[in-house]
C-alpha cells in the first residue's frame, strides 16, 4: 500500500484567481477512501494555519500522483 496525500486547491482570499495546490501527506499508510473520511480535521488546521487562503476543493490520492486540477 503507498502512502496517500491530501490534495487541497486553495486560492487566495483578497485575489481568488491566485490558486495553488498543497499536498498534505498522511503519516500512516491509507486508502483514498480512508484519507477522505479523515480529512476534515486536516483541512480545518490548515485553514486555521493559513487564515489568507481558502480552500476551493479537495481530494485524496496516492502520493505522487499528478493530475490536472
Known amino acids: 500500500m503507498n502512502f ?15 490558486c495553488q495546490e498543497e499536498r498534505l501527506q498522511y503519516s500512516m499508510e491509507a486508502s483514498p477512501h480512508q484519507c477522505s473520511m479523515g480529512a476534515m480535521p486536516y483541512l480545518a488546521q490548515w485553514v486555521g494555519e493559513h487564515p489568507k487562503w481558502t480552500v476551493q476543493r479537495w481530494r485524496c490520492d496516492y502520493a505522487g500522483t499528478k493530475r490536472d486540477i
Not at 4 to 18: D, G, H, K, R, Y
Open 4 to 18: 496517500v496525500e491530501l490534495i487541497l486547491t486553495v486560492c487566495l482570499s483578497a485575489q481568488p484567481n491566485v
